[in-house]
């Protein structure tokens, strides 16, 4: 499979890309520093550089033509101010989706947030956060062409993966490391069925293939 996935020089993105292209696939990684291109080729992805925040729909769909999924993994990061919450953590989002159906490509996956919600309260900038993903996340579930899968890690944490995780609609707080929700990702892009699902995901007890197979097949 060809992948497209944006943000691709995030740290789940890059054990994502790596763990595809391992795999087989044809990972691509979206950036907007030329300079982390070789970061990129590292871990056996294709870097194609183009900021999120600025491209057209149109100049996005070029780069999605032939791609038989998408991840959307790009975010502001924790220091950034409320204005990128909206432009990268919503708008860029929201573009991605609309670029996805201009380009013809059903797949989408999305790396969201525990606890979303358009209707989250207060004024401090996680709160803008969680708002800006909600509403990220409600545009991209609104998309009849999409087969969408959202999924919303816990913490995350760069301890080493253990493959066992907890993978329900609602899991409750807890942490996850980096590893596994790119496993994670990597097994969903690999089941049809997940489409249409909000996953959230932390450390769990069930092995990762076994849990992704079960959340589909209810």
């Given at each position: 499979m060809r992948i497209v996935i944006a943000g691709g020089h995030g740290q789940i993105a890059l054990r994502l890309e790596r763990l595809l292209a391992a795999r087989g696939d044809e990972a691509v990684g979206i950036i907007r520093n030329p300079e982390q291109a070789d970061d990129l080729r590292d871990v056996g992805a294709e870097p194609v550089v183009l900021d999120?925040?600025?491209?057209?729909v149109e100049e996005t769909a070029e780069v999605l033509r032939g791609a038989d999924a998408l991840v959307f993994a790009a975010g502001a990061g924790p220091d950034s101010d409320p204005t990128r919450k909206d432009t990268v953590d919503r708008g860029a989002a929201v573009l991605f989706a609309d670029a996805a159906e201009r380009a013809g490509v059903r797949r989408y996956v999305v790396v969201s947030s525990m606890g979303a919600d358009a209707g989250h309260p207060g004024h401090e900038v996680f709160d803008i956060y969680q708002r800006a993903k909600g509403e990220a996340d409600e545009y991209v579930r609104s998309r009849p062409s999409?087969?969408?899968?959202?999924?919303?890690?816990?913490?995350?944490?760069?301890?080493?993966?253990t493959g066992q995780i907890l993978l329900a609609a609602s899991t409750g707080?807890?942490?996850?490391?980096?590893?596994?929700?790119?496993?994670?990702?990597?097994?969903?892009?690999?089941?049809?069925?997940?489409?249409?699902?909000t996953l959230e995901l932390i450390s769990g007890?069930?092995?990762?293939?076994v849990a992704v197979k079960g959340i589909a097949g209810n």
């Open positions: 999120l925040e600025s491209a057209s999409l087969d969408w899968t959202i999924l919303r890690p816990g913490m995350l944490t760069n301890d080493a993966g707080r807890g942490p996850v490391p980096r590893d596994d929700v790119a496993a994670t990702l990597a097994e969903l892009l690999d089941t049809p069925a997940s489409a249409g699902l007890n069930v092995p990762l293939t």
